[in-house]
């Protein structure tokens, strides 16, 4: 195929068999299970064997005793360079090197490890020692732990939100972030090369970065209670609503379905606001753009669900690179099973021949 698509829309680059959004039926399965079953019936470390392994059991491990080289509490920078640090710090051997089954035990290591050091940054964040593991050992599921290591004490209600979000964002098919664990996994580096490089590409706006936009657009509609002046203001500057528009879906994203209810069940007070506001972007967004559906995506009620946990929202980038661990283990491995070396061409449209003296 030679013709040119920009952002590669539409371009087949894989063959997966993990999970890929349903465009026209607004469902999302993994592994072929619905995500709507999966919510509050497995914790997410269950979803993780599902995604990773085609199995509940045994699922992600605990973390290892481990401690990172220096945290600044900054959580989406110091995942990515923590998880680039285990690397050496564990002998990573490159995925050309090892089997599958070796390849899945670091990706499991790798995953866990990631969760503790997103805990422990936010705990640095926070002024606070991050718990020891005699505390974060009184935690049933992975949710809870990360908060026990992170606060020292678990709300169950912040569990149950953590919970759900990650299970709703751990693997969404080739987005960027994914494309980007594939690409270096295609080159035989090792899994904490792939997986740092994935958090690096899931920290912008446009990607993984979108809640930590969303909860200040909620609070200045709700002082100001204008909705619609404000999304007048940011179309009229051709700016993006953010937590609107997809990629891939030209129906209703079901994990915007799933977590609007999980706000509601669990009594955020950011509820109305974000409902009237939801209410006035959908129509304004359809009326200026009636080619192309731009419904609520998963970040808008990702970033309500997560405030309901008290997450600050610079932090949202290192909560979805958490769940999104699952994701990028699954392709990885999927990667070393099946891939090639991911290269594709540029076609050049740059200057014709002609001398150095002419620049
Ligand atoms: N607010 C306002 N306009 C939007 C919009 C939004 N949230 N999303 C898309 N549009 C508009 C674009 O401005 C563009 O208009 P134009 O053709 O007049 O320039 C048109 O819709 C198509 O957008 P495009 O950027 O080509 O679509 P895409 O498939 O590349 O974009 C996103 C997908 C997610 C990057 C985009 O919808 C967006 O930026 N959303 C806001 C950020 C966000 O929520 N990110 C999280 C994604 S899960």
Known sequence: ?????????????????????????????????????????????KVWGLLVDENLEPGMPDP???????????????????????????????????????????????SAQMMAIVAQSAAVRDGREPAGDDVVAEGETAAEKFVLRWRGEADPTHVRAIDTYWICTAEHGLNASTFTARVVASTGADCGAAMSAAVGALSGPL?????????????????????????KGVLDRRGRIMGFGHRIYRAEDPRSRILKRTAKELGSPRVEVAEEL????????????????LATNVEFWSAVV??????????????????????????????????????????????????????
């Open 1 to 45: 195929m030679n013709e040119f698509r920009p952002g590669l829309e539409g371009v087949v680059a894989i063959q997966t068999e993990i999970a890929e959004p349903d465009r026209e039926g607004g469902a999302l399965r993994y592994r072929g299970v619905d995500i709507e079953e999966l919510v509050g019936r497995v914790p997410y470390e």
């Open 64 to 110: 290892e005793p481990y401690e990172p080289k220096s945290l600044t509490g900054n959580a989406p920078a110091d995942l990515q360079s923590e998880t680039a640090c285990l690397s050496a710090e564990w002998n990573l051997k490159k995925l050309v090197d090892i089997d599958l089954e070796e390849t899945r035990d670091d990706l499991a290591r790798l």
């Open 207 to 231: 990607h993984g970065g979108a809640p930590a936009r969303v909860l200040p657009m909620l609070d200045e509609v709700a002082r100001t209670g204008d909705p619609e002046g404000y999304v």
């Open 278 to 293: 939801e209410r006035v972007a959908l129509a304004a967004l359809q009326e200026r753009h009636p080619e192309r559906v």
């Open 306 to 359: 997560l405030d309901i946990a008290e997450i600050p929202h610079d932090l949202t980038p290192a909560m979805f690179a958490s769940a999104r661990v699952a994701g990028w283990s699954a392709h990885i491995l999927e990667e070393k099973r099946t891939g090639r070396l991911i290269r594709p061409s540029a076609q050049y449209v740059g200057p014709g021949t002609r001398s150095l003296s002419s620049v």
